[in-house]
């Protein structure tokens, strides 16, 4: 990119810089927490229970990551923690 000549837009060239390296950020945590649930889901249908809880602990870390960063909302990662555990549960029966 060339360098720009001081001015009002500047600033504005920046934040949209910095926007597009967070949203990437943002994506790929989304994305690894979709995995997870995933890998915690097809454990709870083969009826794995030890990997299952071992994986939900891992998707709970994460979910929580996330919710302090902001990635996700509080609400939505509790939500989820709690979708999610009530299946694993289910198995544990």
Excluded at 18 to 43: C, F, G, M
Excluded at 56 to 79: G, M, P, Q
Aim: no cysteine; hydrophobic share 35%.
């Amino acid at each position: 990119m060339a360098k720009l000549k001081t001015g009002r837009h500047t600033s504005a060239l920046k934040e949209h810089r910095k926007s597009k390296r967070r949203a990437a950020q943002n994506l790929s945590v989304k994305s690894k927490i979709k995995t997870l649930v995933k890998k915690v889901e097809e454990a709870v249908a083969k009826k794995d229970l030890k990997s299952a809880q071992e994986l939900l602990r891992t998707a709970f870390s994460e979910w929580d990551k996330a919710a302090r960063r902001n990635v996700i909302h509080k609400n939505a990662a509790s939500n989820q923690r709690a979708r999610l555990s009530k299946l694993v549960h289910s198995i544990s029966k």
